[in-house]
Every structure is written in C-alpha cells, then in structure tokens.
C-alpha cells in the first residue's frame, strides 16, 4: 500500500470527520460540532496532527486512511481524567472546549509549560480505515511512528489515550501504554453493569517518570527532550512543514494561499536570518554561477536538516520576538526562569 503520513490541513476534515462516523467513542450528537473545533485548533496551533494519506503528493486530497491528533492540557485536567472516574475523554474534553474554559492549551501556555515542568499529552483523536489484513501493521506502525517524532520538540511529562475494545484487543493489552482502568468503578457506581465486548472503554497511560523507569516502550522516545535550536518563526515553520514534503514554491505559494512572490521573499528571509546563527545550513557550496543552482543547494540543506530535526517545525513553539541575533528572546526568557538550561 502506498501511501503518506503528513500534518493534518482543512481540507482533510471531511475524509476525518467520515472516519469517526459510526464509532463508539463519538456520539452522533458531538459528530457536528467537531469540525469547528478541529478548524480552530488548526489556526491557532494548538494540536498535534498526523493523517495517513493514500496514492500520490498532489495538490487534491487523496483516500485518509488513518487520523490522530493530540493537544496538551492543563495539570487540572489531566490529573482528574488520569483518575478514570468517567470515560467518554475525547468527547468529555471537546465539549469542555466548546463550553470554556477549555483545558487545551495554546501557543503561549505550550510554550511556559514546555519550559516549565513539561506537558500533557492527550491523544484527542485516533482513527484508521478499514484496511486489508496485511497493511494494517505498516500503517499502524507509520502512525505511531509519527506520533513520537511529532513529540520531539516537546518535554512530555504525561500522555493519555481512551481505546475501546472496538478495536483488535493487541491494540489494547499492547497499546502503546499501559492500562490505567476499564471504568468499571464508573459503571458499578452507576448501578450500572459494564458495556459488553465490543462498547466497552478503557484509559491508557503513561508518565514520564514510568517510562524512564521502563525503556523499552515502543513510544518511550517520545519522551526524551530534543530542543529546537533554530527558533523559527510561525510563518517560517509553516512554510517549511510544507517543503519537506517536497512541494515547489508554485505548489507552496497555492497551499499556503500566498503570492509567488511573497513565498521567495521568504525564504530569502530566512537564509539571510539562518545565515546569522546558522551559517553552516546556507553557505553557498556549489561552484556553480547559477544563481537558481546555488538555492536549490541551500534549499536542499535545509530541508534535509529539518527532516532529521522535525523539532525545529513543532506547532505552538514558533518564534515570538527576534532580538538581534534572530533567537526566540522571549522563549529564552522563560526557560532561564524555569532553571532549565
């Protein structure tokens, strides 16, 4: 099966939307509403997202076959849904955003509580097509493999996820943490008796100081700390989460709904900036005299290196303020206060 695992973009929620239609955890009362919620996170970078795109790169949106996004919350939050008193998470959290105030961090409390004590990491949503027998293990390792490469950048200090036996069991007992409860507590004090096979929820979970203590979990890297070096900006970031797909500037300046011209001006922007704190990235190596030559060796430098450094491109931890040598002042002003190095 070919296909590609790239961030989530509007024009996905649809495909998304009709991936969820029909499943447990979502009711056919929250399904209307999750768009919104979805377009707003968006834009104001407050998720985390990975969709699984089958067929070819192009500018038309191919077959979504698999869907994740996580947001960080607030301490609050996570500590009262670690407790597994009610199930229902994803839901129960959408509409607490909806209602306010909403436990879903943004871009300026990501960054204090990254530089602080580190972040919640809830996976809101997750979801994959029905696919045939012998595809389902690549596409669920590429997910999770995008999930902890998206965590780079981030110091996570505990994540959750809600599954429900809907799913392979493997995807439970073998999840990527362990089980926290089955609500069957939930359930009892209800005078309730517990969902059948098939309907039944179950919290899983993770802390930080758990995984140290245990290593060998598939998505313990996803806990180590990988800090950004360069401090792009927001503008920069979202330009060069698109040139690592491979995109040209006509195709970014269409994405990014910008004017060809204004795509170039940036990136010469960038290079001049990079070629204050970062010479090593742009210097112009190829002999050739070809102007259009020489960039796309600069361009190719670049890419490369923010491929191998996805952390440099993490949502909500774009630049604020440049100071003379072009680094994140204000970021940096924090994470002296919080005593981090």
């Known amino acids: 099966m070919d296909f590609i695992v790239r961030p989530l973009e509007e024009r996905d929620l649809p495909a998304c939307l009709q991936l969820l239609r029909g499943h447990l955890a979502y009711p056919a009362s929250v399904l209307p ?32 076959l698999a869907f994740g996004m996580v947001v960080f919350v607030t301490d609050a939050w996570m500590a009262a849904s670690h407790t597994g008193q009610e199930p229902y998470l994803s839901v129960r959290t959408i509409r607490q955003e909806l209602a306010g105030p909403s436990p879903i961090l943004r871009p300026e409390a990501i960054r204090h509580e990254n530089a602080g004590s580190g972040l919640n990491a809830l996976h809101l949503h997750y979801v994959a097509a029905p696919v045939a027998e012998e595809f389902r293990p690549a596409l669920d390792y590429r997910m999770r493999l995008a999930f902890v490469e998206d965590m780079r950048g981030y110091r996570i200090k505990a994540a959750l996820i809600e599954l429900w036996d809907e799913v392979p069991p493997h995807a439970i007992n073998g999840g990527p943490y362990p089980v926290v409860t089955d609500y069957a507590d939930f359930f009892q004090r209800r005078g309730e008796t517990p969902p059948l096979p098939g309907k039944r929820p179950f919290l899983l ?39 690592i797909l491979g995109y040209t500037d006509v195709e970014l300046a269409r994405r990014l709904q ?51 450094h996805p952390e440099e491109l993490r949502p909500g931890l774009w630049r604020t303020r440049a100071d003379r040598k072009g680094r994140a002042s204000r970021f940096e002003a924090t994470r002296t206060k919080s005593g981090r190095p």
């Open 258 to 308: 910008l004017a060809l011209p204004t795509v170039k001006n940036r990136w010469r922007a960038l290079y001049d900036r990079l070629g204050r704190i970062a010479p090593e990235l742009v210097v112009e190596s190829d002999a050739s005299s070809n102007p259009a030559v020489r960039g796309q060796e600069k361009r190719r430098r670049l890419v490369d290196y923010v491929r191998r």
């Open 205 to 243: 979970g993770v802390t930080r100081q758990e995984v140290l203590a245990d290593f060998g979990r598939a998505v313990a890297p996803a806990f180590v700390e990988t800090e950004p070096r360069l401090g792009f900006t927001r503008a920069e970031q979202l330009l060069l989460r698109q040139a």
């Open 33 to 64: 509403e999750l768009p919104r919620v979805w377009r707003k996170l968006l834009r104001e970078d407050a998720a985390v997202t990975a969709v699984a795109e089958g067929g070819s790169l192009d500018s038309k949106p191919g077959s979504i």
